[in-house]
């Protein structure tokens, strides 16, 4: 089986062949393997109502050495999958060049929009409502959600106490990380296809500690869903041979500007310490122009005072 891809096609030649049991587990997969990808195989056997066994029997019959080579078939299609098609034209040249910006800010602009309309409200209400009330709060992204996770950690700091944000893109080191973790805590996981199995353990193992969990993620066929208890979907289609994360950055800004009104005190008076210890501490590399001006307080003051009307 040179291609991932082959596998649904294996699926759906040999399915008439399948036992009954291995036929629900066929019909499953082919109507959820970007969900199945991530399942074991006692998950999947749940999943279509058969046993762990027959599952493991079903990869065999499909020709595979069993089930975890059957499940990194399954996980290739789905780092394979997403507008394939669209990479390649870009990459080809089939957008001509004098093109590529306005199509690709244009894009970007429709994602944004198909966001702000399809968006869960109560779930963002929650999500900032968890986040506020957390003893601690962790945020893990990879890979390309690792500037996703990193701008959400900075703005946090200044919100509130308790925040880590989880970088290593080691398993261990990942669970050594959360390993405190309870039910007073929030884990946020962003990510987006190609989808990480590293934040999506990281994630199994808060729920299992009963952690609040806030997916943001694309849609509510990602595997992130699994447990989540708090679900943002943000548009992330590829238009191009990179990911295009703009939709899920202006969530993730919409989460701060809805934080920082909630503690609006707290937020000042955070910056206010930051630059007195900058002031009082910084020898020669300061990298800031304006640090923190009067602009920004006077900013703060006046969203907590529009919110209030």
Known sequence: MNSSLELLNIIRKKREGLSKGQKKIADYVLNNYEKAAFLTALELGNEAGVSESTVVRFASALGLSGYPEFQRKLAGMVQEKIHSIERIEVAGGAMPRDQVLNNVLKADSSKILLTLESIDRHAFDLAVTDILNARHVYVIGLRSCGPLASFLTYYLKLVREGVTQIMSSNTNEILEEIIHISHEDVVIGISFPRYSMKT???????????????????????????????????????????????????????????????????????LETLESVLENYQQGDNDDINLLDENMYEELKKMSKDSEE
Do not use: G, Q
Request: charged share 20%; proline share 3%.
């Open 200 to 270: 999506l353990k990281a994630m199994e193992f808060a729920n299992d500690r009963n952690a609040r969990i806030i997916a943001i993620t694309d849609s509510k066929h990602s595997p992130m869903n699994m447990y989540s208890s708090c679900n943002l979907f943000a548009r992330s289609d590829m238009a191009s041979i990179v990911d295009s994360l703009v939709a899920p950055l202006s969530v993730i800004n919409a989460l701060i500007v809805a934080l920082c009104l909630a503690r609006n005190e707290d937020v000042i008076k955070n």
